[in-house]
T-cell receptor, first 114, second 113 residues
Framework: AQSVTQLGSHVSVSEGALVLLRCNYS??????LFWYVQYPNQGLQLLLK??????LVKGINGFEAEFKKSETSFHLTKPSAHMSDAAEYFCAVSENFGNEKLTFGTGTRLTIIP | ETGVTQSPTHLIKTRGQQVTLRCSSQSGHNTVSWYQQALGQGPQFIFQ???????GRGNFPPRFSGLQFPNYSSELNVNALELDDSALYLC????????????FGQGTRLTVV
């Protein structure tokens, strides 16, 4: 069975500050890992994915995440927060890629302080 | 825009009724997955269809059923609606053969009263 834990249901950072959203996973097989963003009343947009290639993954909108097997973590970072980054962020894990059955975390709501 | 479209965008149903939600997958994709996202929660996997066959199911009762058509579009049917079925229902399409990640539609907001 797989699971994802997102530490911090709400995170607030000042505009221009570092964004760090935490995700720890549990998987019995080598995982595929994903970060999605959801704006109010919208679907999910893929930010980035880890598919067993490079451990440091770069995504859209300046976000990146590092896969650390020893820590079972896949934290999302962005060096400088922008007001438009305010949204809900979900970490997800899957055993497959291409027909993934995603297991999501409970989400982290990111607020940007002007 | 992902090319995955869902209809309707919103609907309200009464407890005990039945509902059908629709999803058109992105061109070239042959796999459709459905998720339920309750308010304030992460999406929960309902089931997946690949080439018109169910290919995995989450922890949802049999009153949740689905179909996939030859053009790879899909339907989610829910019978005997309960208040707890109120949620955002998300459809995701991907290509198992083409090895691409899932792209999500905008969702259908279902309210059961």
């Amino acid at each position: 069975a797989q699971s994802v834990t997102q530490l911090g249901s709400h995170v607030s950072v000042s505009e221009g500050a570092l964004v760090l959203l935490r995700c720890n996973y549990s998987s019995s097989v080598p995982p595929y890992l994903f970060w999605y963003v959801q704006y109010p009343n919208q679907g999910l947009q893929l930010l980035l994915k880890y598919t067993s290639a490079a451990t440091l993954v770069k995504g859209i909108n300046g976000f990146e995440a590092e896969f650390k097997k020893s820590e079972t973590s896949f934290h999302l970072t962005k060096p400088s927060a922008h007001m438009s980054d305010a949204a809900e962020y979900f970490c997800a894990v899957s055993e497959n890629f291409g027909n993934e059955k995603l297991t999501f975390g409970t989400g982290t709501r990111l607020t940007i302080i002007p | 825009e992902t090319g995955v479209t869902q209809s309707p965008t919103h609907l309200i149903k009464t407890r005990g009724q039945q509902v059908t939600l629709r999803c058109s997958s992105q061109s070239g994709h042959n796999t459709v997955s459905w998720y339920q996202q309750a308010l304030g929660q992460g999406p929960q996997f309902i089931f997946q269809y690949y080439r018109e066959e169910e290919n995995g199911r989450g922890n949802f009762p049999p009153r949740f059923s689905g179909l996939q058509f030859p053009n790879y579009s899909s339907e989610l049917n829910v019978n005997a609606l309960e208040l707890d079925d109120s949620a955002l229902y998300l459809c995701a399409s991907s290509s198992r053969d083409g090895n691409t990640e899932a792209f999500f539609g905008q969702g259908t907001r279902l309210t059961v009263v």
